[in-house]
Nanobody, 121 residues
Framework: QVQLVESGGGLVQPGGSLRLSCAAS????????MGWYRQAPGKQRELVAD???????TYADSVKGRFTISRDNARNTVYLQMNSLKPEDTAVYYC???????????????WGQGTQVTVSS
């Protein structure tokens, strides 16, 4: 069974940096899109950034210029480099992988358990 495991979260002061990692393991045929979402208390989950296999990226307006998403296709791993962190970035960050299951089964979304990012002085 496929599993996504996030790491790299923690407590950081405003203006600081963190690097999140998400590694997919298990029976993987192909991962088309990998991305990061976040959910703050009392708010809905929102897209932070995603990246396709060719390297095309999408960012939320709130993180453009501060966050950088990248991936290593060979290792089925996606990263999120977060710089100039703000208190508003505080949330649980979830990894998502859109996986190709086969020509008959199509695609399926897998989610990690989340990693807490807290930006506070």
């Amino acid at each position: 069974q496929v599993q996504l495991v996030e790491s790299g979260g923690g407590l950081v002061q405003p203006g600081g940096s963190l690097r999140l990692s998400c590694a997919a393991s298990g029976s993987i045929l192909r991962i088309d899109i990998m991305g990061w979402y976040r959910q703050a208390p009392g708010k809905q989950r929102e897209l932070v950034a995603d990246i396709d296999r060719g390297g095309t990226t999408t960012y939320a307006d709130s993180v453009k210029g501060r966050f950088t998403i990248s991936r290593d296709n060979a290792r089925n791993t996606v990263y999120l480099q977060m710089n100039s962190l703000k208190p508003e970035d505080t949330a649980v960050y979830y990894c998502r992988a859109e996986m190709f299951l086969g020509p008959l089964d199509g695609q399926y979304d897998y989610w990690g358990q989340g990693t807490q990012v807290t930006v506070s002085s």
